[in-house]
T-cell receptor, first 109, second 119 residues
């Protein structure tokens, strides 16, 4: 079956760095997305990786290892507004998104 | 980026009534739109894939006669929750991907969501 695993909740301190991991098992693979979702709002796009390696975009970076079925989202210089759920989603062979349950990130002052 | 609008943003209805939710792609054509449901503290659950000009494809466990989807044009898809019950109360989100001849963008653009409360 298809499965996405990510931690349920993480806590970090304002100004620090946090890494949110995601492992996936899908029927075929056409890339991995990270979305941010604030409570009561729709998800917003953060990143898309289809090749191995690290992609940096400002304070956020995303890494992919296709051979390991593994990705992580790295958030630097954490701000209070980064408190949100972070959703990992893999695109399968049918170009359908398979969603993880999301990681709730709590930022403390 | 592409913009998807959704209307209404929230609705309260009585049990037994029907509610229609609209999803529009504002600046791109969307052959395919996706409808999700999200319960509190849970992840997105894909309900159905809506295809312009044809019947929607429903995920296992989603009642097609209860959740009616119509995708009449390249910019509009509607979800009608028929005979709503309190357990249908949820956050409904639509999304789409930008499509052009020869392919489509993998990124999904989400509407702002509709919070449905059935009393």
């Amino acid at each position: 079956g298809q499965n996405i695993d990510q931690p349920t909740e993480m806590t970090a301190t304002e100004g620090a760095i946090v890494q949110i991991n995601c492992t996936y098992q899908t029927s075929g693979f056409n890339g991995l997305f990270w979305y941010q979702q604030h409570a009561g709002e729709a998800p917003t796009f953060l990143s898309y990786n289809v090749l191995d390696g690290l992609e940096e975009k400002g304070r956020f970076s995303s890494f992919l290892s296709r051979s390991k079925g593994y990705s992580y989202l790295l958030l630097k210089e954490l701000q209070m507004k980064d408190s949100a759920s972070y959703l990992c989603a893999a695109l399968d062979s049918n170009y359908q998104l398979i969603w993880g349950a999301g990681t709730k990130l709590i930022i403390k002052p | 980026g592409a913009v998807v609008s959704q209307h209404p943003s929230w609705v309260i209805c009585k049990s037994g009534t029907s509610v229609k939710i609209e999803c529009r792609s504002l600046d791109f054509q969307a052959t395919t739109m996706f409808w999700y449901r999200q319960f509190p503290k849970q992840s997105l659950m894909l309900m159905a894939t809506s295809n312009e000009g044809s019947k929607a494809t429903y995920e296992q466990g989603v009642e097609k006669d209860k959740f009616l989807i119509n995708h009449a044009s390249l910019t509009l898809s509607t979800l009608t929750v028929t005979s709503a019950h309190p357990e249908d109360s949820s956050f409904y989100i639509c999304s789409s991907r930008e499509e052009a001849s020869g392919g489509f963008s993998y990124e999904q653009y989400f509407g702002p969501g509709t919070r449905l409360t059935v009393t």
